[in-house]
């Protein structure tokens, strides 16, 4: 079984007790500690990394961020899925073959760019090139950003990730919906539902989110930042 299969894999026959938790690696140190903690795959934050190489989020140049989730890649035995952000303004076939060049086993793509929601049948079209390059080689996760650039509105959400499934996404992330919001868009979506957590207390659980319906729960670039508090603290405590 190739890694993308048991990635995949991975996302089927979950109970709700039970989601798929994928740390996001920010560089090749950091998914060694999450692929040596048990963490069965391993899901990259584009702002994570961006912050690693010294970027604001969403300025990374693409060739710098596909060579970052290569080292990523390179570093653990375990499947690596890439946030590739909107895409970088690349063809769907030349995605495809700079993820595999990575080494990952799949991607998010956002239907939004530069602040502004895309146009769900175009996005729709795109995803369905994207799919038909990719086979089944990579598992392509389909950001919602109905909660972050548009409306907030769940049953927009839905019919965005309607179209999505439609054209071939194997799971939906309507990043950033409320945990109100929940089980409607479970019920709503079909498939697999990424959502993000938060690491600050101030959201539910992990074993909440799978409860609200939650497939799979990723952190964006939590991790990288919890990380950064960290440091700084030790490198306070040396001044002293």
Not at 81 to 107: H, M, N, Q, W
Not at 113 to 133: I, N, T, Y
Not at 153 to 178: F, K, N, Q
Not at 200 to 228: C, K, M, N, V, Y
Request: net charge negative; with cysteine; proline share 7%.
């Amino acid at each position: 079984m190739s890694k993308a299969e048991v990635f995949r894999a991975l996302h089927l026959g979950r109970t709700q007790d039970d989601p798929l938790v994928l740390p996001g690696p920010w560089d090749a140190a950091s998914a060694r500690v999450f692929a040596e903690a048990g963490f069965p795959a391993l899901a990259t934050p584009s702002a994570g990394v961006a912050a690693s190489l010294g970027y604001e989020d969403g300025s990374t140049p693409a060739d710098e961020m596909f060579a970052a989730v290569a080292r990523i890649s390179r570093a653990v035995d375990v499947p690596v899925s890439a946030d590739i952000e909107s895409g970088y303004g690349l063809a769907p076939k030349e995605l495809v073959e700079r993820l595999l060049e990575a080494g990952a086993v799949g991607c998010n793509l956002e239907d939004s760019a530069q602040g502004v929601m895309k146009d769900p049948h175009e996005q729709a079209e795109f995803l369905a090139e994207f799919r038909s390059a990719a086979g089944g080689r990579l598992f392509l996760n389909a950001r919602v950003d109905t909660f972050v650039r548009g409306d907030g509105d769940p049953e927009r959400a839905i019919e965005r990730a309607a179209l999505y499934v439609a054209a071939g996404a194997d799971c939906i992330y309507p990043i950033l919906a409320p945990a109100d919001a929940l089980p409607l868009l479970r019920a709503g979506i079909q498939g697999p539902v990424n959502i993000n957590a938060r690491l600050d207390g101030g959201g539910p659980s992990l074993t909440e989110l799978g409860e609200l319906g939650a497939t799979r729960i990723t952190f964006g670039p939590g991790l990288q930042r919890w990380a950064s508090l960290a440091l700084k603290g030790m490198a306070d405590s040396l001044k002293k």
